[in-house]
């Protein structure tokens, strides 16, 4: 499959087990981590310079002053003899780390991630469920209205209520067609519907889609100009009255200020999509949610990408508005574990402990591969 600027058969990602020295019913306690779909992997990285630096401490240094784990100061420690800046070249490899940090941390309290980060970052009172959205539509070759349409009304079939589809990889008239299709299967309910254009379009092309589909009053335009383009998205928000979306791409919280700077972006309507296991993890992710919070913005603006179990911890516990769902897609790492189920377009993170990833039997398979 592919969407506007890239085709995804070669996409892979790295798994890691990290396995303690803490024994639960004489087995170690394992933490997990992977990469979020739309990067490729970063094990070289991992293996020359985060692991070592990560192994080579002292193992006091991992602790807190409760003498817990504590993946932030493991962070710290990762990123130790690293310039600022240049961030997508190893957010990746220490996202996968700082996830699975924080899935041992919570498994060594014997709690579900999200009410271990409620407890220890947050208010102590989790949501029980989150909207989740699905993420689909595709380009695909042979792929007809029909299949799409089939497509989104198998996503309101499995309990969706909000639906994405690509733009971007055909023409104007051509994509209008297929937002008119799948906005058929909507009962022509426009708040139930967002596009991605996936960073492809320049500003002329931008605002050309803008006034074609500001009429149907989309859920959100996503991605429409490259992710680093900030004056292109504020230009567009200048005309476009609908809500955007973007930050998929922004790999730092120094990005992210910049997009909040320079991007236009409105706080009473738009969607930040920072990815926390693209951008250094959970504890890059809370620094970011801080700042936004300094520029006025709710945490509820805030909708993940990925549609991984790791941040859909994360959305239920910091109060974020939702996160994102493939429903089908990027398997085995993405989506959520095996017994979720979507209600009114709404999911629970679950009661497993960590991140629960045990609860997805085809992953779990091939995490438990990594150390058994
Ligand atoms: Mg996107």
Not at 19 to 33: A, E, I, Q, T, W
Not at 88 to 94: K, L, M, N, P, Q
Not at 115 to 134: E, K, L, M, N
Request: charged content about 25%; some cysteine; aromatic content about 10%.
């Amino acid at each position: 499959m592919r969407n506007a600027y890239i085709d995804f058969s070669k996409m892979d990602c790295t798994v890691v087990a990290l396995v303690s020295d803490m024994f639960v019913d004489g087995k170690p306690l394992v933490g997990y981590g992977f990469n979020s779909n739309g990067r490729y992997n970063a094990t070289a990285i991992l293996e020359e310079r985060i692991l070592p630096r990560l192994l080579n401490a002292p193992g006091e240094d991992l602790l807190d002053e409760n003498g817990e784990l504590s993946p932030e100061k493991a962070w710290s420690l990762m990123m130790r003899d690293e310039k600022p800046g240049g961030h997508g070249e190893r957010s990746v490899a220490v996202g996968v780390m700082d996830m699975a940090l924080h899935d041992l941390a919570a498994k060594a309290a014997g709690v579900p991630l999200y009410r271990w980060i409620s407890d220890h970052y947050g208010d102590g009172d989790p949501d029980s469920d989150v909207f989740v959205y699905a993420a689909g539509g595709y380009y695909a070759p042979g792929k007809t209205l029909a299949d799409l349409q089939a497509e989104m009304r198998g996503f309101l079939d499995g309990g969706y209520e909000v639906v994405k589809m690509k733009i971007g990889g055909a023409g104007l008239d051509e994509d209008l067609r297929r937002i008119e299709a799948v906005l058929q299967v909507l009962d022509g309910d426009g708040g139930r519907l967002m596009v991605d254009a996936n960073g492809k379009f320049d500003l002329d092309t931008a605002l050309e889609y803008g006034r074609a589909i500001d009429g149907y009053g989309l859920f959100w335009y996503e991605e429409a100009g490259d992710p680093l383009d900030y004056r292109l998205n504020a230009v567009l928000s200048e005309s476009y009255a609908n809500p955007v979306a973007t930050g998929e791409n922004l790999f730092s919280l120094q990005d992210a200020r910049n997009l909040i700077r320079y991007g236009g972006m409105r706080p009473d309507r738009d969607f930040i999509q920072v990815d926390p296991a693209l951008s250094y993890g959970l504890t890059e992710y809370r620094r970011v949610l801080d700042m936004l919070k300094r520029h006025g913005w709710s945490s509820r603006r805030c909708v993940p990408h990925g549609g991984h179990q790791f941040s859909l911890h994360i959305a239920a516990a910091l109060k974020l508005g939702g996160n994102e769902s493939y429903p089908g897609e990027f398997q085995p790492t993405g989506g959520f574990t095996d017994d979720a189920v979507i209600t009114g377009g709404r999911v629970a993170p679950g009661d497993l402990p960590g991140i629960g990833l045990e609860g997805k039997a085809d992953f779990h398979k091939v995490l438990r591969n990594l150390h058994s």
